[in-house]
């Protein structure tokens, strides 16, 4: 809870000992501090708090969402870590990377970058992963997502996670990114919007594998839904774009078969 708020001295009023005066029209006195404990930001903090805050002003930001069926994709995961082996801890961040990774290859006006009066469009696919730290945010990048395999990414992104939380980066971890997921499934957050990573074209909210009741064949039934949310850079990045970007991801993460290939 917020500390209360400390009200200022103020002059008995005529008529009323000890109370402060009403202000009025023209009283121009600051409103009393709210006191709190001041907590400097660390170095990746403030480099954080700089970027956004520029990409929030730079960046014309627009955003599309689309509801996921993830029952296939659940049961997926749950085969895939029973094997255990090169799959041991995968996750539904895994799932996405690499299904992301695929529709980036068949959408590659999103695997791009803003560059003055130009586009760049990026031969290699290297997600950059959102990822919390003691200190902050950091992105490492997973590359080459629409060609690894699967069980490799699930390596690689273990590796990067490791190092980014121990602080001991490797030269090129945060480097070379060309699109970038954030994940908060691990929360109970139900649809968010991320903030675009300059000079990427875009970035993908993911959200937390909810148990909901859906309708099939006019059946109502018990089904897994995720939210996903596509931001976008509207200078090289428009809704129809956007909208296929989006239609691809859904259809591979619905019949997710296709991210072991």
Do not use: W
Not at 37 to 58: C, P, Q, S, Y
Request: glycine share 10%.
């Amino acid at each position: 809870a917020l500390p209360a708020r400390a009200e200022a001295p103020g002059r008995p009023a005529a008529g009323g000992a000890g109370r402060p005066p009403t202000p009025g029209p023209t009283d121009t006195r600051p409103a009393p501090a709210v006191p709190g404990t001041r907590v400097e930001l660390t170095r990746i903090r403030r480099t954080t708090a700089k970027r956004m805050g520029e990409a929030k002003r730079e960046v014309p930001h627009f955003y599309v969402s689309a509801e996921v069926a993830m029952d296939e994709a659940v049961r997926l995961k749950e085969g895939l870590t029973a094997l255990g082996g090169d799959y041991a801890g995968l996750t539904y961040t895994h799932l996405v990377v690499k299904a992301v990774g695929l529709a980036l290859r068949r959408v590659p006006e999103l695997n791009a970058s803003y560059d003055g009066d130009a586009v760049v469009l990026h031969e290699a696919v290297n997600v950059g992963l959102a990822t919390a730290v003691d200190d902050g945010l950091v992105v490492p990048v997973v590359r080459a997502c629409d060609h690894a395999p699967l069980a490799a990414i699930v390596r690689a992104v273990r590796g990067l996670v490791e190092r980014a939380r121990a602080g001991r980066f490797a030269a090129d971890d945060l480097s070379g990114g060309t699109f970038t997921v954030s994940n908060l499934g691990m929360f109970p957050v139900t649809e968010f919007a991320a903030v675009v990573n300059p000079p990427q074209a875009a970035i993908l909210a993911v959200a937390a594998v909810r148990d909901v009741p859906v309708v099939r064949a006019g059946r109502v039934e018990p089904g897994r839904l995720m939210t996903v949310t596509l931001s976008a850079d509207h200078r090289i990045v428009d809704g129809v774009l956007a909208g296929r970007f989006l239609r691809e991801l859904k259809a591979l993460l619905e019949q997710p078969l296709a991210l072991l290939v």
